[in-house]
Antibody, heavy 124, light 107 residues
Framework: QVTLKESGPGILQPSQTLSLTCTFSGFSLSTYGMGVGWIRQPSGKGLEWLANIWWDDDKYYNPSLKNRLTISKDTSNNQAFLKITNVDTADTATYYC????????????????WGQGVMVTVSS | DIRMTQSPASLSASLGETVNIECLASEDIYSDLAWYQQKPGKSPQLLIYNANSLQNGVPSRFSGSGSGTQYSLKINSLQSEDVATYFCQQYNNYPLTFGSGTKLEIK
């Protein structure tokens, strides 16, 4: 059974760094073809893809966030991480992690399992 | 970036009806398209991948079709539990992009 769960600070101030953790089970990020992605959703709005990390440590980022993102993984503890530097109110959203499968950095399935999401508020 | 234009933005239909949601990509995405259902207060769930492949456990009243730049999600025999927002997503190229969503309500 595949499960994912996000955790984060809840609230932080503008200019701080947001650190998110995705703890998962039922698959391994050391297995060929496995990956984890991060997606966010402001309240009442649409979905925005942020970053993917693959089993071979290949990483992809949304260029719209202009080098503010860093994705990483801890394979032995079944975790993936996302850092967003210099946050502002526009980063207020629910953040999801989701499993992705494929090869050569490209998925063949879309995001097939999602976490429950973690709400993050940026406010002074 | 590949733009995904989804229509309609909202939709109201009666129980038992058939509904269609459209997604237009700004360039050919070679069927690298997924559809997700998001119920209120919940995370998205994958319904369809590769434009027309039904994800395990998804009811067969959901189906996907299309190719090139034009794709659609069809829901046959609408049920009350289908009330949700539906999103398309392309994964042909980075950055991965989503449609803006279609909110489905029961009339």
């Amino acid at each position: 059974q595949v499960t994912l769960k996000e955790s984060g600070p809840g609230i932080l101030q503008p200019s701080q760094t947001l650190s998110l953790t995705c703890t998962f089970s039922g698959f391994s990020l050391s297995t060929y073809g496995m990956g984890v992605g991060w997606i966010r959703q402001p309240s009442g709005k649409g979905l925005e893809w942020l970053a993917n990390i693959w089993w071979d440590d290949d990483k992809y980022y949304n260029p719209s966030l202009k080098n503010r993102l860093t994705i990483s993984k801890d394979t032995s503890n079944n975790q993936a991480f996302l850092k967003i530097t210099n946050v502002d109110t526009a980063d207020t959203a629910t953040y999801y992690c989701a499993r992705i499968a494929g090869t050569m950095g490209i998925t063949t399935t879309g995001f097939d399992y999602w976490g429950q999401g973690v709400m993050v508020t940026v406010s002074s | 970036d590949i733009r995904m234009t989804q229509s309609p933005a909202s939709l109201s239909a009666s129980l038992g009806e058939t509904v269609n949601i459209e997604c237009l990509a700004s360039e050919d995405i070679y069927s690298d398209l997924a559809w997700y259902q998001q119920k209120p207060g919940k995370s998205p769930q994958l319904l369809i991948y590769n434009a027309n492949s039904l994800q395990n456990g998804v009811p067969s009243r959901f189906s996907g079709s299309g190719s090139g730049t034009q794709y659609s999600l069809k829901i046959n025999s609408l049920q009350s539990e289908d009330v949700a927002t539906y999103f398309c997503q392309q994964y042909n190229n980075y950055p991965l992009t989503f449609g803006s969503g279609t909110k489905l309500e029961i009339k």
